[in-house]
C-alpha cells in the first residue's frame, strides 16, 4: 500500500480551502465557465484529482454522469460522505475511482469522456505534460479538457501584499511559490499549457481568469455577500486586462469532432 499523501490535508482542504469565500467563488466561476462548453446532460465526465467532488456534485446534480478519479483515499472519503447527502437522483449519477491521473485512461478501461477535468492538480507536479497527455487520451471527439492552473505570471503579487518585498523581487522570475496551505506549487502560462493541448491533438478553445479580486483579501464568510463577490470575478474572468492578472487561470481545449 502507498502512503496517502494528501491525507493530512483533507480537512484543510474540504473544511477549510473549499469552505471559505475564495473557495465558494472557485466552484462557482469554474462551474459557470463550464457550462459555457458542456453539451446538455447526460454527458460523461471525468473529474481527475476531483478530490471531495465539489466540482463533480454541481454537474451531476444538472444531470451528467461524472467519474471522480483521484488518487488519496481520505479525499475520495470525503467525497462519499458528500454524495451520501445528495438525492438518489444525483449519487447514482456519481463514480468514485482511486488512482494516479498519469493513467488516467487504463484506470477508466479506455473509455473516452464529453468532458475531462483537472482542476488545481497540475500545480503539485514537477512536470505537467505526462499528466496532460493522459486527460487528453480520455477526451472524446468533440469533448473538451478544462484545466485550471497557478498563472506564473502573477507570482509577486501576493507576497507585495503583504510586504515581502524581497521574496516579490524573487517571484518575478521564479517557477513556483510556497502555497497558503504551505506545499509547494509549480505554476503555468496559458502559452506552455496550450501548446501542450496541441502536441495531444487538442485545440485550445478559451481561457478565463478565475480569482482576481477574492485571492487577495481575506473575506470572513458570515459577513461577505459571497453571491457578489462571485459575480464581480465572473465578470473579470474573461476580459483583459483583468483576466491576466488571475491568481490561477482556466484553460479549456476541445478534440475536433469525429
Not at 475564495?22 to 460523461?44: E, F, I, M, N, S
Not at 468533440?142 to 485550471?148: E, F, K, Q, T
Request: glycine share 8%; charged share 25%.
Amino acid at each position: 500500500m502507498t502512503e496517502d499523501a494528501w491525507a493530512a490535508l483533507t480537512d484543510a482542504f474540504v473544511d477549510g480551502a473549499y469552505a471559505s469565500v475564495k473557495g465558494r467563488v472557485r466552484t462557482y466561476v469554474l462551474h459557470r465557465q463550464l457550462l459555457r462548453h458542456l453539451p446538455p446532460p447526460p454527458a460523461a465526465v471525468l473529474d481527475v484529482g476531483g478530490g471531495a467532488a465539489h466540482q463533480s456534485l454541481p454537474l451531476a446534480r444538472l444531470g451528467h454522469e461524472v467519474t471522480v478519479l483521484d488518487s488519496s483515499p481520505a479525499m475520495l472519503a470525503r467525497a462519499q460522505q458528500r454524495i451520501e447527502a445528495e438525492p438518489e437522483a444525483v449519487r447514482r449519477r456519481v463514480r468514485l475511482l482511486e488512482g494516479p491521473g498519469e493513467q488516467a485512461d487504463l484506470l477508466t478501461g479506455g473509455r473516452r469522456f464529453d468532458a475531462v477535468l483537472c482542476h488545481g492538480v497540475l500545480m503539485y507536479l514537477q512536470d505537467p505534460a505526462p499528466m496532460v497527455a493522459a486527460l487528453c487520451r480520455c477526451v472524446a471527439p468533440g469533448g473538451v479538457l478544462s484545466l485550471m492552473a497557478l498563472n506564473a505570471r502573477t507570482l509577486a503579487v501576493r507576497p507585495a501584499l503583504e510586504h515581502r518585498w524581497s521574496d516579490a523581487l524573487a517571484a518575478f522570475d521564479a517557477g513556483s511559490e510556497l502555497g497558503v496551505l504551505g506545499t509547494e506549487t509549480r505554476a503555468d502560462t496559458v502559452d506552455d499549457l496550450s501548446a501542450l493541448l496541441r502536441d495531444c491533438g487538442l485545440a485550445p478553445e478559451a481561457w478565463y481568469g478565475v480569482w482576481l479580486f477574492a485571492d487577495w483579501m481575506d473575506l470572513p464568510l458570515d459577513t461577505t455577500d459571497v453571491e457578489a463577490v462571485a459575480e464581480v470575478e465572473l465578470r473579470a474572468a474573461d476580459r483583459d486586462p483583468y483576466r491576466q492578472l488571475s491568481r490561477v487561470f482556466h484553460l479549456v481545449g476541445r478534440r475536433a469532432a469525429a
